[in-house]
């Protein structure tokens, strides 16, 4: 095995403690095939409520190589974590009668979505909110932290990395989304140079930074490439269309993108590819794994790493054979759905189970 500073827990499942084990050490450098990367998809979310300081610094002890903060932007142009701009499902919003007339629908990337938008909230007010579980009829065991963490600022995650990274004696790296980029420009709030600003003021804006920037749209990576000398990744879903190309009239969807063709294009401005997992290996129609595509192969040839998303632990998030239960959230086989996509040649991974991802990641090396 080779050595490594990667840390994990000495349970799979809860941290307590954490001890030094052997495991490899991914580093962030684009094109490099022979260093598998573990991001902690929005933190450790599978332990607590996402996009919560106690969340990324979870992930972090437990082994990730990268946390990963979702951007949006407050209504004082501030870069925040959440996954999304509406905030009703995150945050304890609905219980603070003083912002119940924030309440508002708006279309967000063609959607109507009705709930409270964190480009109508102060930074200082926003503040004032709690967090909590976003899906707990999954992880009930989350909410027993709900109400307990704050919405935090781009700059605090960065902060959190760098303090980690020194007390871990390991970097710990960052991978900012920019999230729905076309609506918060139609905002008057663009996300990119305040991202810009963030990298730059932090000396995190170099050629071996541990960092990569990652976006579902098109226009902003290949602007970003002209500001950024970090990595960037091309997001791709499953269906649907980048909201940038179904403005602007594009007809191009997702798929286009992680044909040979897409993914040569892609690699003209991005250094890497985020798709979906089941564009990687698709489930069949009895849920199980089926026959992986040649995306991997051809990102490959083009000189992109692949780090697909999301591998969690629960059942209902993982094809059929790897079940334990019929109960969806009872704990299944990630080691099991991990090692697949490994066999199909990926190069890192999003997770909310850092722990199992790091683990897995330890027995393959």
């Not at 989350?142 to 995650?157: A, K, L, M, S």
Request: net charge neutral; no cysteine; aromatic share 8%.
């Amino acid at each position: 095995m080779k050595l490594s500073h990667r840390w994990l827990p000495v349970a799979a499942l809860a941290v307590a403690a954490a001890i030094a084990v052997p495991a490899s050490s991914p580093v962030a450098v684009a094109g490099q095939h022979d260093a598998f990367v573990i991001v902690g998809h929005r933190g450790a979310s599978g332990y607590r409520p996402e996009h919560t300081l106690a969340s990324y610094e979870l992930a972090a002890r437990m082994g990730a190589d990268f946390i990963e903060p979702d951007l949006v932007s407050t209504k004082d142009h501030v870069l925040v974590a959440r996954h999304e701009p509406e905030i009703g499902g995150t945050t304890d919003v609905a219980n603070h009668p003083e912002f119940k007339d924030r309440k508002k629908t708006k279309v967000l990337d063609g959607v109507a979505t009705t709930g409270w938008f964190t480009e109508d909230f102060t930074l200082a007010e926003l503040k004032t909110l709690r967090a909590v579980e976003r899906i707990p009829a999954i992880r009930q065991h989350n909410t027993v932290f709900n109400g307990r963490y704050q919405i935090p600022t781009f700059q605090e995650v960065i902060d959190l990395s760098k303090r980690l990274s020194k007390e871990l004696g390991r970097p710990i790296g960052i991978y900012p989304e920019t999230k729905h980029p076309t609506y918060f420009r139609a905002q008057g709030l663009p996300l990119e140079p305040e991202l810009v600003k963030a990298l730059n003021r932090n000396g995190l804006n170099r050629r071996g930074a541990k960092v990569y920037v990652q976006s579902f749209e098109v226009g902003n990576l290949k602007a970003l490439r002209r500001e950024l000398r970090v990595p960037l990744v091309q997001l791709t879903s499953a269906s649907g269309a980048p909201y940038d190309f179904v403005v602007s009239g594009d007809k191009r969807t997702y798929a286009d993108i992680v044909s040979a063709a897409g993914l040569r294009d892609v690699a003209t401005y991005a250094d890497g590819v985020g798709p979906s997992k089941d564009q990687v290996i698709p489930v069949d129609a009895t849920g199980k794994l089926g026959t992986p595509t040649a995306l991997v192969a051809n990102a490959h040839r083009a000189g992109l790493v692949v780090h697909p998303y999301t591998f969690r632990v629960e059942n209902t998030f993982l094809p059929a054979e790897f079940d334990s239960s019929a109960v969806p959230s009872d704990a299944g086989n990630l080691f099991a759905e991990i090692a697949a996509y490994r066999r199909a040649g990926i190069d890192g991974l999003f997770t909310d189970n850092t722990d199992v991802a790091a683990a897995e990641d330890r027995e393959t090396s």
